[in-house]
């Protein structure tokens, strides 16, 4: 019986990580259309991408059936958004369960060694089948850790070992993620290995000019009872001010829907507020409300055994505005 027993968790266990992984490469697949910023650059060639402007950038993401490589693999190709034909960066992305943190996806990437020859590699099935290990080099050291989040992922490279390949001097990577159903973030850092000083930042939203819909972090919290001091953190999930929504679970099994609207709420032009709205599944009103000035930093709700706290992620930093 005991065996069994241990058989049985173990085959659930594998279940659940399973489906984490298969969830992030649903939600990964498909097609972005980001306006990318850079916020600072050392680069010379900076005179050719000013700080502050934005350009398009189109990320098409795909699965492909390479059995050799693991049963979910990814082909992400990248580009400026008028220029298909001159890809910026083309990996393949190995999914699989990561052992911590609990419902968390390692991706390990891939390169091309000759990138040109398999452009849009998603769509030509005759050349996926003559792909061979021979022609891809694993990106050592840059693997993604993404967490799950509610119906979202996130997370990016540990440490200092992603190396910055194509510069004369000892740099590393630092790459952030988030990927949700309507939601597509990325933070791309580049830092000196010797002392970890900043030497670019560039960041991606998708579907929103940065300049128009500034992206929050909504930390949740949850208590079994009504007293706020035992309250735990449950979840964290970002959302635009411009509707940005998600979903999460209490662990009574209750789940909700979190919305988050500024700038395309019909407020008169006087009354400009932003507005965070609380509602449980199938019911047609919401359960809470709270609002802010519409260039407030922060803005949260207290129901006693629930609280959500939304803060402005600056371009700069992936931390709640204080």
């Given amino acids: 019986m005991l065996a069994l027993s241990a058989a049985l968790l173990m085959a659930a266990g594998g279940?659940?990580?399973a489906g984490d992984v298969a969830a992030l490469e649903r939600l990964w697949s498909g097609v972005r259309d980001s306006s990318e910023q850079v916020v600072m650059t050392l680069e010379r060639g900076a005179a050719l991408w000013p700080?502050?402007?934005?350009?398009?950038?189109?990320?098409i993401i795909a699965p492909v059936d390479l059995a050799w490589l693991g049963p979910h693999v990814l082909y992400l190709e990248e580009f400026i958004e008028d220029d298909p034909e001159r890809p910026r960066r083309q990996l393949l992305?190995?999914?699989?369960?990561a052992a911590q943190p609990p419902h968390a996806v390692r991706v390990r990437l891939f390169t091309f060694a000759e990138a040109e020859r398999w452009t849009h590699l998603n769509y030509r099935p005759a050349l996926l089948a003559s792909l061979s290990r021979a022609d891809i080099a694993a990106s050592t050291g840059c693997d993604l850790l993404l967490a799950r989040s509610g119906e979202q992922f996130?997370?990016?490279?540990?440490?200092?070992?992603?190396?910055?390949?194509?510069?004369?001097?000892?740099?590393y990577l630092d790459y952030q993620l988030v990927i949700g159903e309507d939601l597509y973030w990325y933070r791309r850092r580049i830092l000196r290995q010797s002392d970890g000083e900043l030497q670019q930042e560039v960041i991606g939203f998708d579907r929103?000019?940065?300049?128009?819909a500034r992206l929050y972090a909504c930390r949740v919290a949850w208590s079994s009872g009504n007293n706020a001091r035992d309250l735990r953190p449950l979840v964290t999930l970002?959302?635009?001010?411009?509707g940005g929504h998600g979903h999460f679970v209490t662990p009574d099994?209750?789940?909700f829907e979190l919305n988050l609207h500024g700038r395309d709420w019909p407020f008169a032009v006087d009354r400009d507020a932003l507005l965070l709205s609380?509602?449980?599944?199938?019911?047609?009103?919401?359960?809470a409300t709270a609002w802010a000035q519409m260039d407030a930093q922060q803005v949260s709700l207290d129901l006693g055994w629930l609280e959500v706290r939304c803060g402005s992620l600056a371009p700069d930093s992936d931390e709640l505005a204080q």
Avoid: I, K
């Fill in 51 to 59: 700080q502050a402007s934005e350009r398009r950038v189109r990320t």
């Fill in 93 to 97: 992305l190995q999914l699989e369960p």
């Fill in 208 to 212: 929103f000019e940065p300049n128009e």
């Fill in 238 to 242: 970002e959302l635009y001010e411009a």
């Fill in 15 to 17: 279940s659940v990580e």
């Fill in 154 to 171: 996130r997370g990016g490279t540990v440490g200092r070992r992603c190396l910055d390949a194509g510069s004369g001097t000892s740099r």
């Fill in 253 to 255: 099994g209750r789940s």
């Fill in 278 to 287: 609380l509602q449980e599944q199938g019911s047609a009103h919401p359960l």
